[in-house]
């Protein structure tokens, strides 16, 4: 697919590829040079909200965290 070269350097990524890409307005997108090539990359920024849920529950015991640091758990009171 080409794209034509515009004034002060501007192109426009074509809808196939935007969608394929799952990129809308306002996405960020890192600009390489790589043998004479130019590649643009996405920057995935992903929000707490995305990934919510993914690592395991939200709440974990106060003894597992110490556990996991490896120290001895503290009693608090």
Do not use: F, N, Q, Y
């Amino acid at each position: 697919m080409e794209v034509k070269l515009r004034d002060k350097g501007r192109i426009t990524i074509p809808a196939p590829i935007r969608e394929a890409l799952g990129l809308k307005s306002g996405d960020v997108l890192r600009l390489l040079t790589k043998g004479g090539e130019i590649v643009l990359k996405p920057v995935k920024v992903v929000s707490a909200d995305e990934i919510k849920g993914i690592i395991g529950p939200a709440e974990v015991e106060l003894e597992d965290v110490e556990e996991a640091l490896g120290r001895d758990a503290v009693e608090v009171h």
